[in-house]
């Protein structure tokens, strides 16, 4: 993705052509994701009749509500509390598993095959992948049949299914894979003379990993990063099904505020979460060029 | 999963690049360590999803936990027969012919997008960010701003219109991805020598892009028809009266206690995995075909 030479000489024309081809790809995205973020932005101004009309005009009322509710504390300190464990396990699991792939299987197709065996689950539907654990965790569980068999305990547990326990289990479960992905990939990049160079110097497996394969793992863990929290804060059926109704998120009471047709509160919320998200993205693309480090 | 599926040409050809250092001999014990992590890695992510594949076999005592109660098809003809676990059938139905436009959509857009970016052109940066916004954020809230958007124009919400542009706003970008990775290994050395021999630009990207990137497109698919197939936050708010398979589900995890549940788990994932073995097997299929005239 250098700018070629040919677009400094011509620039008017290739910028003509680049915009031709993208121009589909536009034409998608201003419809359905521009204007319906507009149409949220202006729907948190607006005044509500509490039936789901909407009035509109220019009230900041849903953001003195939304601003002035101990709800909204508790909700962000949830998500907040969810994105930062499913983060540390993603991250921790994903980490190791690329490594695993990429320095310690000899086999480039083994290497491959483990790797689709990893990504196949993703294609597959994450709601049903989500109930899955239902078998196993719940209060007649795999789990808790097993622990009661093996005498450890005597009660069945009942923290294991419908609790903030099960919420952080389907996220990693479901999220890792962005993990594994990015850190493969800025992982299998890395020049394999370089780690034997170091072997020569005398690096220690310890000084291997902490200045080699984690500073050039950088890009993998930021792009993985922001899909993992971007989509664990954007989430509201896992914390819903999982936690039994017991916890909610940000995005959670956002859809019960839009199921009673509160839609400027609900809105409100959106636009302060959807800058959160955008405060944190901006922050981890400070630390790295992705568009470079994708298109390379 | 992308850049690996580019990456198999270099990979389907005699590996020589071997792991790293520990190549003389034993492994090291960090290799054991990792395996065992790997291992129950892969455990926890098919392990849940295998368990209601099995529930859903029981007869009609079955429950939604272990020990399974029977075997029989019962679920599954429950699942298509009874009214009360609602439309699975015309839903289904509709989320087949839903991905199939999808994924027609995301190959060609992606594709074209694909062929933009190669270059630089003015305003590229915020068509990428634009994109990547489109990705990161919440599908409630765009669904929402969505479901308001036709709304406010009048227009009905349906699942082939205002369902099908929030989809196409969430696979777009992953397609996008994909082409991203794949066009970084795609040598111009071809584009040229097919302009060289007096191809016209239509004609070297039919007979000369398309037949070399076609694994890479093939990936583009498989994930424009996966994430369509199991999109459920965006769909909500934009599907209007007929519900989408994934809504079917998320409905019935909310109201049905019964295998059935499972039994349409069960069927999902069969279809899933139909379109993920018939791609992988695909692009194997494309690179061996190329192998050997490579080698003839």
């Given at each position: 993705?250098?700018?070629?030479?040919?677009?400094?000489?011509?620039?008017?024309?290739?910028?003509?052509?680049?915009?031709?081809?993208?121009?589909?790809?536009?034409?998608?995205?201003?419809?359905?994701?521009?204007?319906?973020?507009?149409?949220?932005?202006?729907?948190?101004?607006?005044?509500t009749?509490g039936?789901?009309?909407?009035?509109?005009?220019?009230?900041?009322?849903?953001?003195?509500?939304?601003?002035?509710?101990?709800?909204?504390?508790?909700?962000?300190?949830?998500?907040?509390?969810?994105?930062?464990?499913?983060?540390?396990?993603?991250?921790?699991?994903?980490?190791?598993?690329?490594?695993?792939?990429?320095?310690?299987?000899?086999?480039?197709?083994?290497?491959?095959?483990?790797?689709?065996?990893?990504?196949?689950?993703?294609?597959?539907?994450?709601?049903?992948?989500?109930?899955?654990?239902?078998?196993?965790?719940?209060?007649?569980?795999?789990?808790?049949?097993?622990?009661?068999?093996?005498?450890?305990?005597?009660?069945?547990?009942?923290?294991?299914?419908?609790?903030?326990?099960?919420?952080?289990?389907?996220?990693?479960?479901?999220?890792?894979?962005?993990?594994?992905?990015?850190?493969?990939?800025?992982?299998?990049?890395?020049?394999?003379?370089?780690?034997?160079?170091?072997?020569?110097?005398?690096?220690?497996?310890?000084?291997?990993?902490?200045?080699?394969?984690?500073?050039?793992?950088?890009?993998?863990?930021?792009?993985?990063?922001?899909?993992?929290?971007?989509?664990?804060?954007?989430?509201?059926?896992?914390?819903?099904?999982?936690?039994?109704?017991?916890?909610?998120?940000?995005?959670?009471?956002?859809?019960e505020d839009v199921?009673v047709l509160q839609y400027p509160t609900a809105?409100?919320?959106?636009?302060?979460?959807?800058?959160?998200?955008?405060?944190?993205?901006?922050?981890?693309?400070?630390?790295?060029?992705?568009?470079?480090?994708?298109?390379? | 999963?992308?850049?690996?599926?580019?990456?198999?040409?270099?990979?389907?050809?005699?590996?020589?690049?071997?792991?790293?250092?520990?190549?003389?001999?034993?492994?090291?014990?960090?290799?054991?360590?990792?395996?065992?992590?790997?291992?129950?890695?892969?455990?926890?992510?098919?392990?849940?999803?295998?368990?209601?594949?099995?529930?859903?076999?029981?007869?009609?005592?079955?429950?939604?936990?272990?020990?399974?109660?029977?075997?029989?098809?019962?679920?599954?003809?429950?699942?298509?027969?009874?009214?009360?676990?609602?439309?699975?059938?015309?839903?289904?139905?509709?989320?087949?012919?839903?991905?199939?436009?999808?994924?027609?959509?995301?190959?060609?857009?992606?594709?074209?997008?694909?062929?933009?970016?190669?270059?630089?052109?003015?305003?590229?940066?915020?068509?990428?960010?634009?994109?990547?916004?489109?990705?990161?954020?919440?599908?409630?809230?765009?669904?929402?701003?969505?479901?308001?958007?036709?709304?406010?124009?009048?227009?009905?919400?349906?699942?082939?219109?205002?369902?099908?542009?929030?989809?196409?706003?969430?696979?777009?970008?992953?397609?996008?991805?994909?082409?991203?990775?794949?066009?970084?290994?795609?040598?111009?050395?071809?584009?040229?020598?097919?302009?060289?021999?007096?191809?016209?630009?239509?004609?070297?990207?039919?007979?000369?892009?398309?037949?070399?990137?076609?694994?890479?497109?093939?990936?583009?698919?498989?994930?424009?028809?996966?994430?369509?197939?199991?999109?459920?936050?965006?769909?909500?708010?934009?599907?209007?009266?007929?519900?989408?398979?994934?809504?079917?589900?998320?409905?019935?995890?909310?109201?049905?206690?019964?295998?059935?549940?499972?039994?349409?788990?069960?069927?999902?994932?069969?279809?899933?995995?139909?379109?993920?073995?018939?791609?992988?097997?695909?692009?194997?299929?494309?690179?061996?075909?190329?192998?050997?005239?490579?080698?003839?």
């Amino acid at each position: 993705m250098q700018p070629s030479s040919s677009s400094a000489q011509a620039p008017s024309r290739s910028n003509l052509a680049g915009w031709l081809y993208v121009s589909p790809l536009v034409l998608v995205l201003v419809p359905f994701f521009v204007a319906p973020i507009l149409v949220v932005l202006a729907a948190s101004f607006f005044a509500t009749d509490g039936f789901g009309g909407l009035t509109p005009g220019f009230t900041l009322a849903s953001y003195v509500e939304v601003l002035h509710s101990a709800l909204t504390l508790k909700l962000y300190l949830a998500t907040i509390k969810f994105t930062v464990l499913t983060w540390v396990f993603t991250l921790i699991i994903g980490f190791f598993v690329a490594y695993f792939l990429v320095f310690h299987v000899r086999n480039q197709l083994l290497a491959i095959g483990l790797f689709l065996l990893c990504t196949v689950p993703f294609w597959t539907s994450n709601i049903i992948r989500m109930i899955s654990w239902i078998p196993l965790l719940g209060k007649e569980g795999l789990i808790n049949q097993a622990l009661l068999a093996m005498g450890v305990i005597h009660q069945p547990l009942e923290v294991l299914l419908f609790s903030d326990l099960a919420v952080v289990i389907a996220y990693v479960h479901q999220l890792t894979i962005f993990m594994i992905v990015p850190i493969f990939n800025s992982m299998a990049r890395i020049d394999k003379k370089l780690i034997e160079a170091a072997i020569d110097a005398g690096a220690s497996r310890f000084d291997i990993m902490r200045l080699i394969v984690v500073p050039m793992s950088k890009s993998g863990i930021a792009l993985g990063t922001i899909f993992v929290v971007s989509i664990v804060m954007g989430d509201f059926f896992v914390v819903k099904v999982m936690s039994g109704g017991g916890s909610a998120s940000v995005v959670s009471a956002f859809y019960e505020d839009v199921g009673v047709l509160q839609y400027p509160t609900a809105a409100a919320s959106a636009v302060l979460l959807t800058l959160v998200l955008v405060a944190i993205v901006s922050l981890i693309l400070r630390t790295v060029d992705i568009r470079q480090e994708i298109t390379r | 999963m992308s850049a690996v599926l580019a990456d198999m040409p270099e990979t389907v050809a005699p590996a020589t690049s071997k792991a790293i250092a520990p190549s003389k001999g034993g492994r090291p014990w960090t290799f054991y360590v990792l395996a065992t992590l790997f291992g129950l890695y892969v455990i926890a992510l098919y392990g849940p999803m295998f368990c209601i594949y099995i529930l859903s076999f029981q007869d009609i005592r079955g429950g939604l936990v272990f020990p399974m109660k029977g075997h029989s098809l019962h679920w599954f003809v429950d699942l298509f027969t009874q009214v009360r676990t609602g439309d699975v059938k015309g839903s289904f139905d509709r989320s087949i012919k839903l991905a199939v436009i999808v994924t027609v959509i995301t190959v060609v857009v992606s594709f074209l997008a694909g062929l933009g970016f190669r270059k630089r052109f003015r305003g590229d940066t915020f068509v990428f960010y634009m994109m990547i916004g489109s990705l990161v954020a919440p599908g409630l809230v765009l669904g929402l701003g969505t479901g308001l958007l036709f709304q406010a124009l009048g227009l009905n919400a349906s699942w082939y219109s205002s369902a099908l542009g929030a989809q196409l706003s969430w696979t777009l970008p992953f397609g996008v991805l994909v082409m991203f990775a794949v066009m970084s290994r795609f040598d111009h050395v071809w584009e040229e020598a097919a302009y060289d021999l007096g191809a016209s630009r239509w004609q070297s990207i039919r007979l000369v892009m398309i037949p070399v990137l076609a694994p890479g497109l093939v990936a583009v698919a498989l994930f424009g028809f996966t994430l369509s197939y199991d999109e459920f936050a965006r769909s909500l708010q934009t599907a209007g009266s007929l519900n989408t398979l994934p809504l079917e589900i998320w409905s019935m995890t909310l109201n049905v206690t019964s295998p059935s549940l499972y039994a349409l788990g069960t069927v999902t994932t069969i279809v899933s995995f139909i379109v993920i073995g018939a791609s992988l097997g695909s692009i194997v299929l494309i690179q061996k075909k190329r192998g050997s005239q490579a080698k003839g």
